[in-house]
């Protein structure tokens, strides 16, 4: 079955590091994204990705990293620069161009990450 | 003023009865929109979708839109305690990028 695969589905962080969340779809969709979701804030964009070896920041850039090495993975990395970094982190395909204004996206199953 | 305004609720309803859940958005230029259903801890799935004014109709479900008030709604017909979730509405606003409303709680209750 195709989908998106997201791991680990929970995560504990220390103070002061960094940690990465993966990404793998086998949708064969040319675009990815990451989200954060917080209660009461609804989906914030961190970076997307619309080819391989190319990415944009979103609104929530800071403190995060990623790389877009091949088609199917687009891990985020959480770095110690992100201070409030505790949250619900989606992450989510397309088909990318027009036609996701009929297709949307797929989304993962999530990673929560907590700092402990 | 954010492009797509949602309620987050939580809204509260028994079994049985119409729920309507709604967006308002600011660019009058927008002109697909979609629904998503968020269960607890899991990603959100894409409900359904609609393309600029009327409704369109899946089972239990009916969009909305209404372009001349720049307002978006989703009904859902006889609720059941399955679909309890969080529902995001989503406008396509081109560049590539869905923007999506902070999403509604809906709890129904047996």
């Known amino acids: 079955d195709g989908g998106i695969t997201q791991s680990p589905k929970y995560l504990f962080r220390k103070e002061g590091q960094n940690v990465t969340l993966s990404c793998e779809q086998n949708?064969?969709?040319?675009?990815m994204y990451w989200y954060r979701q917080d209660p009461g804030q609804g989906l914030r964009l961190i970076y997307y990705?619309?080819?391989?070896?190319?990415?944009q920041k979103g609104d929530i850039a800071e403190g995060y990293s990623v790389s877009r090495e091949k088609k199917e993975s687009f891990p985020l990395t959480v770095t110690s620069a992100q201070k409030n970094p505790t949250a619900f982190y989606l992450c989510a395909s397309s088909i990318g161009g027009a036609s996701d204004r009929d297709y949307g996206y797929t989304f993962g199953s999530g990673t929560r990450l907590t700092v402990v | 003023q954010k492009e797509v305004e949602q309620d987050p609720g939580p809204l509260s309803v028994p079994e049985g009865a119409i729920v309507s859940l709604n967006c308002t958005y600011s660019?009058?230029?927008?002109?697909?929109f979609m629904w998503y259903r968020q269960y607890s801890r899991k990603g959100p799935e894409l409900l359904m979708y609609t393309y600029s004014s009327g409704n369109k109709e899946d089972g239990r479900f009916t969009a909305q839109v209404d372009k001349s008030s720049k307002y978006i709604s989703l009904f859902i017909r006889d609720s059941q305690p399955s679909d309890s979730a969080t529902y995001l509405c989503?406008?396509?606003?081109?560049?590539?990028?869905?923007?999506f409303g902070a999403g509604t709680r809906l709890a129904v209750h047996p």
């Open positions: 660019n009058s230029a927008f002109q697909y």
């Open positions: 990705s619309q080819i391989v070896n190319d990415f």
């Open positions: 989503a406008i396509w606003g081109g560049y590539n990028k869905l923007i």
């Open positions: 949708l064969n969709h040319d675009a």
